[in-house]
């Protein structure tokens, strides 16, 4: 398998070459060369490996498709040591809960933080150990959060050979659990920064760091963001391992709602589509922040300005421009990757947004590719989570709730609707106990998370003193 530019550029590139770089040199995201084509038989033996051998095996199977630079039994290794029982609570990994008749959640939040971003990440970390112990090399990730990825990413990597986190998030703007969260972290390779701004200010730095070549080089800078393609890899193995627990027969149809933001949860479910899973429709849903709802109802993909970015109760959808969206974007127009860099690299910069609402593949492939969408207000949030509650005695968390609104909207017949939950409630207490007038359960790991000693440094938002920070940690070998 090899990998190419979605802007064109020709040279392609193995898995683990890609696997610890961020954007393609012209600045597109990497996608395969092709989708492998998975048949009936295939889906059937498929099915009988993820009941039989578990999640782990249907994994080490998905990935290898797509993975041909790493020998499979140390795949298998890292897939089996990724996602145990142990790390995300039930066997089934991903276990499928009923709501109304044909109405599904898919349980995606019960790994170390809370939040599906677990399921990709806790994975990267074994690769990027791996690979890097492979070539002899370390690597410095860089990055701002204003929660869950941060978190994510620190569960993953903390204690991995030959990777340090230096992790920014703006000074008390995070909720108070994904704050102690991370901050509770005691590895010694793990680095929170607070800055005294806003998230903004905190993507300032990481860009200005980053662009800066000399440093970059020198420290091994590297990040973890979500257009990282093993991410979406990874996240390709649950639409799966879901369909395979919403049917029984074989060829039946599934539809999937996903609370969405940068568009990587749902790239994923476009992916696993495009090989042969028969999914149905890919039901996009979006908070106030509704960039990509105008687009799938418009054709009009036009990015908001951060002073047009609402700060809503579903934060981690919180966005002004749709990072993975490009890598849809290139299937839609079936291929044509001059295109795709006109779009984004030309029409993107220069106007802030593009219009496909006249041309014929838009269309065309909002039929074929089945996707639909729909957005979610803060009442809407609300009104969701107080009803959840009330009729199935179950709390959902508010990005979930987005969804679960969004998914009442587009359900068919005879076609299982699974809504993708994307975090656990406790994460969000403050919008649950608006809801509900009390607060969510916490799991029993985290009891004691409050009191548990914090470390971080707060900085002003200074790209040099973080520079220093990061020059220190890397010379005194910490
Ligand atoms: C990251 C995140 C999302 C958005 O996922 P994308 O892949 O960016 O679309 C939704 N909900 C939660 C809780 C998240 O952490």
């Not at 204690?159 to 659990?177: D, E, L, N, Y």
């Not at 409050?450 to 003193?465: K, N």
């Amino acid at each position: 398998m090899r990998y190419v530019s979605t802007r064109g550029n020709p040279e392609q590139r193995r898995f683990c070459d890609i696997l610890l770089e961020g954007l393609a040199p012209d600045g597109g995201l990497y996608l395969p060369t092709s989708y492998p084509q998975i048949s009936a038989d295939q889906l059937q033996a498929w099915r009988l490996i993820y009941a039989e051998q578990g999640y782990a095996q249907l994994a080490f199977e998905i990935l290898s498709l797509y993975i041909d630079d790493i020998p499979p039994a140390d795949l298998l290794a890292m897939c089996q040591k990724t996602y145990t029982k142990e790390i995300f609570g039930t066997a089934a990994i991903t276990p499928l809960r009923p709501l109304e008749a044909g109405v599904f959640v898919l349980a995606l939040s019960n790994g170390p933080t809370l939040a599906f971003k677990d399921m990709a990440m806790q994975l990267l970390g074994h690769l990027f150990e791996y690979e890097l112990a492979r070539r002899g090399e370390e690597l410095n990730i860089l990055g701002a959060t204003s929660g869950d990825t941060g978190s994510a990413a620190e569960y993953a990597m903390r204690g991995k050979q030959g990777v340090r986190v230096f992790m920014t998030s703006p000074h008390g703007r995070m909720s108070p659990f994904q704050q102690a969260q991370m901050f509770s972290l005691q590895d010694t390779n793990i680095h929170n920064i607070a800055i005294e701004g806003v998230f903004d200010d905190c993507q300032d730095i990481v860009k200005a760091v980053s662009g800066d070549h000399d440093f970059k080089r020198k420290y091994h800078i590297g990040t973890v963001n979500s257009i990282n393609w093993a991410r979406l890899l990874a996240q390709v193995v649950y639409y799966f391992a879901g369909y395979f627990q919403a049917t029984t027969q074989p060829g039946q149809r599934v539809s999937f709602t996903v609370p969405s933001g940068n568009f990587g949860n749902v790239c994923a479910g476009h992916v696993a589509r495009c090989m042969g899973l028969p999914i149905e429709k890919l039901v996009v849903a979006t908070n106030e922040n509704d960039v990509l709802d105008v687009f799938f109802k418009t054709g009009v993909y036009r990015v908001r300005s951060s002073d047009q970015t609402h700060e809503t109760s579903s934060p981690s959808m919180d966005i002004s421009k749709a990072s993975n969206f490009e890598r849809f974007v290139l299937d839609l127009l079936q291929g044509d990757a001059q295109r795709v860099r006109r779009l984004f690299q030309d029409d993107l910069q220069r106007e802030g947004q593009f219009d496909l609402s006249l041309d014929p593949l838009f269309q065309q492939a909002k039929q074929g590719l089945g996707f639909v969408s729909g957005r979610s207000t803060h009442a809407d949030r609300l009104r969701t989570i107080q009803d959840t509650h009330r009729r199935f005695a179950q709390i959902i968390d508010t990005h979930t709730a987005d969804g679960l609104k969004v998914a009442r909207e587009h359900l068919q017949a005879d076609v299982p609707m699974v809504v993708l939950e994307t975090a656990l409630p406790i994460k969000f207490a403050d919008t649950i106990t608006q809801a509900l007038g009390h607060a969510p359960p916490c799991p029993p790991a985290f009891a004691d998370l409050p009191q548990r000693p914090q470390r971080v440094t707060v900085m002003s938002p200074d790209v040099a003193s973080v520079k220093a920070y990061i020059r220190q940690h890397c010379e005194i070998g910490a």
